[in-house]
């Protein structure tokens, strides 16, 4: 389905009854990575799962697609459906997303699952990281998304997971130069909102992927001390929902369940 935001269209798709899940897609993915999760879930619940501004079938809306941005535009559609309350389970990016929607819109959210994701902001080091990765894209984004994927999994799972990797490829290369960069842009200038661990009243869970090539473990862990975030290691990398697919369902099903 497809919904108008700010002149932008939107893709969503809405499946199953009862209370909302919220399935937000993490960087060069985009809402069809969700479908064995929506599978399962929308026999319980409503499951609404939105491609992220650039990605999937969503267009873009400017140069530099912050997250605010994006939080924005999922209220838009939530707001659209007419949907007050739910849980959100962003995926990377998604994750940012999420706190991002969070932070605004705090009284509509039942729950937040960080999967392979972070409350910290880019360090340094990580901000050159972006600006060379959209330098590589300006010079050409099929290159940079061939190489990108595969760092995604764990080392060893890249051999074993060749056929997703070469799917997950696939789609990417369907996101424009322009979608790729504005998302860089946005990830980058993106705030500390670790300040959401402690002051929310709604339960907050980290699925930590502990070969995670992405994001560091010690850092993830550091983060929630003295807060009632609750962590679920994973043993593999940042594809939790490929890597780990089963742990990873099971994780969601009692969450979702916890914020009920």
């Given at each position: 389905?497809?919904?108008?935001?700010?002149?932008?269209?939107?893709?969503?798709?809405?499946?199953?009854?009862?209370s909302?899940?919220?399935?937000?897609?993490?960087?060069?993915?985009?809402?069809?990575?969700?479908?064995?999760?929506?599978?399962?879930?929308?026999?319980?619940?409503?499951?609404?799962?939105?491609?992220?501004?650039?990605?999937?079938?969503?267009?873009?809306?400017?140069?530099?697609?912050?997250?605010?941005?994006?939080?924005?535009?999922?209220?838009?559609?939530?707001?659209?459906?007419?949907?007050?309350?739910?849980?959100?389970?962003?995926?990377?990016?998604?994750?940012?997303?999420?706190?991002?929607?969070?932070?605004?819109?705090?009284?509509?959210?039942?729950?937040?699952?960080?999967?392979?994701?972070t409350?910290?902001?880019?360090?340094?080091?990580?901000?050159?990281?972006?600006?060379?990765?959209?330098?590589?894209?300006?010079?050409?984004h099929?290159?940079?998304?061939?190489?990108?994927?595969?760092?995604?999994?764990?080392?060893?799972?890249?051999?074993?997971?060749?056929?997703?990797?070469?799917?997950?490829?696939?789609?990417?290369?369907?996101?424009?130069?322009?979608?790729?960069?504005?998302?860089?842009?946005?990830?980058?200038?993106?705030?500390?909102?670790?300040?959401?661990?402690?002051?929310?009243?709604?339960?907050?869970?980290?699925?930590?992927?502990?070969?995670?090539?992405?994001?560091?473990?010690?850092?993830?862990?550091?983060?929630?001390?003295?807060?009632?975030?609750?962590?679920?290691?994973?043993?593999?990398?940042?594809?939790?929902?490929?890597?780990?697919?089963?742990?990873?369902?099971?994780?969601?099903?009692?969450?979702?369940?916890?914020?009920?």
């Open positions: 389905m497809n919904f108008l935001h700010k002149d932008s269209n939107v893709h969503y798709t809405s499946s199953g009854k009862g909302v899940v919220v399935l937000l897609h993490g960087f060069l993915e985009n809402s069809s990575m969700w479908t064995e999760i929506t599978e399962v879930l929308s026999k319980k619940y409503r499951v609404i799962c939105i491609d992220l501004l650039g990605h999937g079938k969503t267009e873009n809306h400017g140069y530099i697609h912050t997250m605010k941005d994006q939080a924005n535009m999922v209220k838009s559609v939530l707001n659209h459906l007419r949907l007050r309350k739910y849980v959100i389970i962003g995926h990377s990016m998604g994750g940012y997303v999420g706190l991002a929607f969070s932070k605004l819109f705090a009284s509509s959210v039942k729950g937040l699952c960080l999967m392979n994701s409350a910290l902001p880019d360090s340094e080091e990580k901000k050159i990281n972006r600006d060379r990765a959209i330098k590589a894209v300006k010079q050409n099929k290159t940079f998304v061939r190489i990108a994927i595969p760092l995604l999994f764990s080392e060893e799972n890249r051999t074993v997971f060749t056929k997703e990797i070469t799917q997950i490829t696939s789609a990417a290369l369907q996101i424009s130069p322009q979608g790729i960069t504005a998302s860089l842009e946005g990830m980058k200038i993106r705030k500390d909102l670790t300040s959401i661990y402690k002051n929310t009243n709604f339960p907050i869970q980290l699925i930590i992927g502990k070969q995670d090539p992405a994001l560091m473990y010690s850092s993830l862990v550091e983060q929630t001390k003295n807060t009632r975030v609750q962590i679920t290691e994973l043993p593999d990398g940042h594809m939790s929902h490929i890597e780990n697919k089963n742990s990873l369902l099971k994780t969601l099903t009692s969450f979702i369940k916890q914020c009920h």
